[in-house]
């Protein structure tokens, strides 16, 4: 069963998230990442995914795994799409040949597609029970389901606190999964909510780009300002880049001159800096 205790999930295969091993994520106190099913298609592809165990054998990472299909949407024929961003190529897949490797993944939850239920209406009589689905709520709303799975909404960045609030209040009786643009005002805005996952990828992103998080400030590494300031990255910080007592000075010019290692740190920072009790 998915554990709940956890309500940041950063995203593993993105390119922060890819930034650090699963030893690092470890460290940070996370047991629980994203993969983006997209990314997936595109990297290593969906020929590679047919042929693996399951995800965690394949991403070496022994905690739990959401595999995030809601944001790949189907045409009137039920094809999905998925173009790549190396070459340009389409990749296209059907509702059953996702569900079929859904199942064949092995991750502890999974978002499923909008509209899946109206194209799959054997759906539950089918679905591996060990795997938690997420619905989008407007689906949950129009089909009632045997059993009371998760739900999800994609966070839009048109969308303010209030909207997001109204949404999650009508999910108060089931696990609500956010995911999108989410930054760090949200996540604090959020974090207090009961059943509730937020994924986003803001937090690493901002640190493999150099971007920290101290008390109220992101504070920009690159910064030449930072080149001669001998602190840490934020007062009172436990993590272990700041216990460490590695200076925003030695983290400016690391970011420089061995940026690969420099962003294992901060990501690391950003990560624990949210994971922490208060912000």
Not at 24 to 31: I, K, M, P
Not at 201 to 227: K, R
Request: glycine share 4%; net charge negative.
């Amino acid at each position: 069963m998915l554990k709940l205790n956890q309500k940041f999930i950063p995203v593993l295969n993105t390119n922060a998230g890819m930034c650090l091993t699963g030893e690092n994520w470890s460290e940070v106190g996370v047991n629980t990442l994203a993969v983006k099913l997209v990314l997936l298609m595109v990297k290593p592809g969906i020929s590679v995914l047919k042929a693996i165990p399951n995800l965690n054998q394949y991403l070496g990472w022994s905690g739990d795994i959401i595999l995030n299909c809601g944001d790949v949407i189907a045409n009137r024929e039920g094809i999905f799409t998925v173009i790549s961003s190396y070459d340009g190529s389409k990749l296209q897949f059907t509702y059953t040949e996702l569900l079929e490797l859904i199942h064949q993944l092995k991750p502890k939850a999974a978002l499923l597609p909008k509209k899946i239920m109206a194209v799959c209406p054997e759906l539950l009589n089918q679905w591996d029970n060990s795997i938690l689905p997420f619905f989008a709520e407007e689906e949950l709303c129009t089909n009632p389901l045997i059993h009371s799975p998760g739900s999800y909404y994609h966070v839009t960045e048109q969308e303010d606190l209030k909207t997001i609030q109204k949404k999650i209040a009508q999910t108060s009786d089931r696990p609500c999964y956010l995911f999108g643009r989410i930054n760090l005002e949200l996540i604090r805005a959020l974090q207090d909510y009961d059943q509730i996952l937020i994924e986003s990828d803001i937090p690493a992103n901002n640190a493999m780009n150099g971007y920290v998080y101290s008390n109220q400030d992101l504070v920009d590494l690159n910064s030449p300002m930072q080149s001669m300031n001998f602190t840490t990255i934020s007062e009172n910080c436990q993590c272990l880049t700041c216990s460490q007592h590695f200076t925003r000075a030695y983290l400016h010019h690391l970011l420089r001159n061995t940026p690969l290692l420099c962003q294992r740190f901060l990501i690391q920072h950003n990560i624990s800096y949210i994971q922490s009790a208060k912000l």
